[in-house]
């Protein structure tokens, strides 16, 4: 029976006005006696619940599986009635089941943060890196001639293809081949000049 319509069945209390009673039925399993006890401890359990920052839905599956430890006790010997209202033992439980759930839900919580935080420490590094990298390149392509400067960077830094290159004359080479010969000439003039930098910064 769902929780929320235990109350359209009148007073499920209605033969279990002692607490012996109620013990004597729920030790029976009578289902009139289980929906009895867990209509009397909702109202604590919920609240027990929201105190630990959980929904109800999930006071409600508190309360469900709280009540099946309780049955579990009872048929097993672990609870022996002592006059006691059956339903102090279950709101502990439910209560022992809230702080469980709420610290697993703070722990998920507080992984993904680090995750995150991690992730986004990492996206840092890698831009930092990147940014880096582009900065040096744009101080090497400095030292350079314009034309050779303008055929590095439109390809390994603005990314475009050769073809994209030729149809929009960016530079005065027409043909693929002439514009790959001369970014290759580049190349090998702009890694000469890295080696040198490279050497007068170690010494």
């Known amino acids: 029976m769902s929780v929320r319509s235990w109350f359209s069945v009148?007073?499920?209390?209605?033969?279990?006005?002692?607490?012996?009673?109620?013990?004597?039925?729920?030790?029976?399993?009578?289902?009139?006696?289980?929906?009895?006890?867990?209509?009397k401890a909702l109202p604590m359990?919920?609240?027990?619940?929201?105190?630990?920052?959980?929904?109800?839905e999930q006071g409600e599956e508190i309360l469900n599986r709280s009540t099946l430890v309780f049955l579990q006790k009872i048929e097993s010997g672990g609870?022996?009635?002592?006059?006691?209202?059956?339903?102090?033992?279950?709101?502990?439980?439910?209560k022992r089941m809230?702080?469980?759930?709420?610290?697993?839900?703070?722990?998920?919580?507080?992984?993904?943060?680090?995750?995150?935080?991690?992730d986004h420490m990492a996206d840092y590094a890698e831009n930092e890196r990147k940014q880096a990298a582009a900065d040096m390149v744009r101080q090497l392509?400095?030292?350079?001639?314009?034309?050779?400067?303008?055929?590095?960077?439109?390809?390994?830094?603005?990314g475009y293809s050769d073809d994209e290159v030729i149809k929009n004359k960016m530079t005065p080479y027409s043909t693929k081949n002439?514009?790959?010969?001369?970014?290759?000439?580049?190349?090998?003039?702009l890694i000469k000049i890295a080696q040198q930098w490279q050497t007068s910064t170690t010494t």
Not at 100 to 111: E, F, L, M, Y
């Open 98 to 118: 809230a702080m469980a759930q709420s610290r697993k839900t703070s722990k998920h919580q507080h992984q993904a943060l680090e995750d995150a935080h991690i």
């Open 45 to 56: 359990v919920l609240k027990q619940v929201r105190a630990f920052g959980l929904t109800r």
């Open 141 to 158: 392509l400095g030292k350079l001639n314009d034309a050779c400067a303008q055929v590095i960077r439109l390809h390994h830094i603005d």
């Open 79 to 94: 609870y022996q009635f002592q006059g006691n209202a059956p339903t102090s033992y279950l709101t502990e439980v439910a």
């Open 178 to 189: 002439s514009l790959k010969m001369k970014r290759s000439s580049c190349m090998k003039k």
């Open 10 to 39: 009148g007073n499920p209390c209605k033969q279990f006005k002692q607490h012996a009673d109620l013990f004597a039925g729920l030790q029976a399993q009578d289902e009139r006696a289980i929906v009895c006890l867990q209509t």
